[in-house]
């Protein structure tokens, strides 16, 4: 199965500030998803990044707030802008598996967890 | 409309003993895959089983086990012999395949396992 590297884990940040994770797959895939978790919440999706196109961002996220890169096909990153408290989260990116979870499913990064202070 | 449903917060369970996580799902597909991920603390999310529609048999991987009743439209995860490694948060996760990416979470469960 894919393995994907998310840097950083974790992040204390002023208010204001803008954070940028990095997400780098070891193998090429075409779409990567970003999700956030906010604090004993589920998952939501942001958005997803094809290579070589814009992101394609869910209902109330924005790419003013989350600018997100797909330079090539195995690295991508999303960036917090402007951040508030409200933006902390765990920050997660994901890519579609089709090697071991039987062709369907997705395989996570390790997970950036924010906070804003 | 919520899609997936994790009616328990949270749950207890003794080390050793077996445990049963709830889940159900809504669908008009016929055509999805159902998956369970473990989040430790630590916030990964760690794949555990998959389920396929068309499946005919429980998914089973090790200590895992899906507890899969179509009619019922319920997955419910199985984990036998628990140990204090698997306290963590467990989302139950649904893809409808005729709809393209989009991945559907429940709320998540919190499971404690007690020694």
């Known amino acids: 199965s894919a393995v994907i590297s998310q840097k950083p884990s974790r992040d204390i940040c002023q208010r204001g500030t803008s954070l940028t994770i990095q997400c780098q797959v070891d193998?090429?895939?075409?779409?990567m998803f970003w999700y956030r978790q906010q604090p004993g919440q589920s998952l939501t999706l942001i958005a997803t990044?094809?290579?070589?196109?814009?992101?394609?961002?869910e209902s109330g996220f924005v790419i003013d707030k989350f600018p997100i890169s797909r330079p090539n096909l195995t690295f991508s990153t999303l960036t917090v802008s402007n951040m508030s408290p409200e933006d902390s989260s765990i920050y997660l990116c994901?890519?579609?598996?089709?090697?071991?979870?039987?062709?369907?499913?997705?395989?996570f990064g390790s997970g950036t967890r924010l906070t804003v202070v | 409309a919520q899609k997936i449903t994790q009616t328990q917060p949270g749950m207890f369970v003794q080390e050793k003993e077996a445990v049963t996580l709830d889940c159900t799902y809504d669908?008009?597909?016929?055509?999805?895959?159902l998956f369970w991920y473990k989040q430790p603390s630590s916030g990964e999310m760690i794949f555990l089983i998959y389920?396929?529609?068309?499946?005919?048999q429980n998914a089973t991987e090790g200590r895992y086990s899906l507890n899969f009743q179509k009619a019922r439209k319920s997955a419910n995860l199985v984990i036998s012999a628990s140990q204090l490694g698997d306290s963590a948060m467990y989302f139950c996760a649904m893809r409808d395949l005729q709809t393209g990416n989009q991945f559907y979470f429940g709320t998540g469960t919190s499971l404690t396992v007690i020694p």
């Open positions: 994901s890519v579609e598996d089709r090697v071991e979870i039987s062709n369907y499913g997705y395989t």
């Open positions: 389920q396929g529609s068309y499946d005919q």
């Open positions: 990044a094809n290579q070589g196109s814009e992101a394609t961002y």
């Open positions: 193998s090429q895939v075409t779409m």
């Open positions: 669908t008009s597909d016929p055509s999805y895959g």
